[in-house]
């Protein structure tokens, strides 16, 4: 078993994939980062969804005026499904990237670019800044992921 | 090939790795559940969304006032939306914590915390029970994916 | 290093991998285009849902009545959910499946049909074309990925 286990620990121990894991933890966590962001809003701006969220501030017409939308949480959410679109995409095709055996620079140079291209982006949802900012955050991140899978279906294409 | 072969069987045979698959395609399949949840509440609340799925209900307006929402699908529709944002960070982060190197008890120890904690929310969300039921399922299953994640950067981290 | 490089190579050099990480790039690719389908109809319906996205079209109330749903942008919108609903799990639990030791042909059987319907369910949503196109495209690739998690539950189990 400890011989198997070194195995595992080859994979983690090469340095695209070590990068690939870090760069993948750093997207992850960010996008998680959403969750609570969504959750501070609905609290702070009272606007929640579910009744049984609301019991807290009562019951009947006085609880139920809390259930209703609001632009800030509806704002952090589009964003957080933004992040879901684009960041699973970038998880299983990075993964095949960094094990279709590319250069580390290169792939260090997608890695970063991707997590940057989405930390900026999610700042350009939140603030919001002037577009193209978001536009452009958003295509960088796209065309990351479009160029590792082309790497990844060059190496690998068996149809 | 046949040595390829037994290379890649001695990942599915690592007992942290089994863990992992079996986990993963616990939740997994929990979540795939959602689906048949809410294609069973649209069908008997008769509550559509695309004009085309209430065609057998015969044409022009008698079947246009299928075309609603109801409240009972669309909380499935948000706990299935929920368990997406949850289970995606879960299935990436614990794939690369698999791969770190862990211990066999503390990975058990995560896995089954997370699959746990991912069935209670379900059940807080679809029946559902009183807060904070929902909101503590939902923390317990976070808190251990960033446990892992800092696993998975203490060994791994490489920027 | 060289040596780890060579082991990492081995995976993607193995036919059921390479099958793996083809079809899931295919898949992710086509998810991809949800993204620029829905920009499209959103730029030519004139449907925005940030004020800063309409910012060009001149201040005020005149910019204001761009701010709208579209009956095809959110059909779009839906589709794309829908294949992260999907995609997801045949990402997750495809990647064991290629792990636990299937026969090329099975897997290539299984990752062909998945595909194949994910793209058929695109486009009986986009066209749309009646029902139940989409319903049965959408069940056929529900049932390759159960059947995966059925192979590598059996592989694998470890609870």
């Given at each position: 078993r400890s011989a198997e286990m070194?195995?595992?620990?080859?994979?983690?121990?090469?340095?695209?994939?070590?990068?690939?894991?870090?760069?993948s933890a750093i997207v992850l966590l960010k996008m998680m980062l959403m969750s609570l962001i969504t959750a501070y809003f609905r609290i702070t701006r009272k606007a929640f969804v579910?009744?049984?969220?609301?019991a807290?501030?009562?019951?009947?017409?006085?609880a139920k005026k809390y259930l209703r939308t609001?632009?800030?949480v509806e704002r952090v959410r589009r964003g957080h499904l933004n992040d879901?679109?684009?960041?699973?995409?970038?998880?299983?095709?990075?993964?095949l990237y960094?094990?279709?055996?590319?250069d580390l620079s290169t792939a260090l140079l997608h890695f970063r670019i991707f997590a940057g291209a989405r930390i900026v982006h999610t700042f350009a949802y939140l603030i919001?800044?002037?577009q193209p900012s978001r536009g452009l955050s958003w295509a960088v991140g796209y065309a990351v992921t479009i160029s590792m899978a082309y790497k990844v279906l060059k190496t690998a294409l068996y149809l």
């Open positions: 070194a195995k595992l620990t080859q994979l983690i121990d090469n340095e695209v994939f070590r990068a690939y894991a870090t760069y579910n009744p049984e969220d609301t807290s501030f009562g019951k009947g017409e006085s609001d632009g800030d879901l679109e684009n960041i699973v995409p970038f998880l299983g095709i990075g993964l960094a094990l279709s055996g590319p919001p800044l002037p």
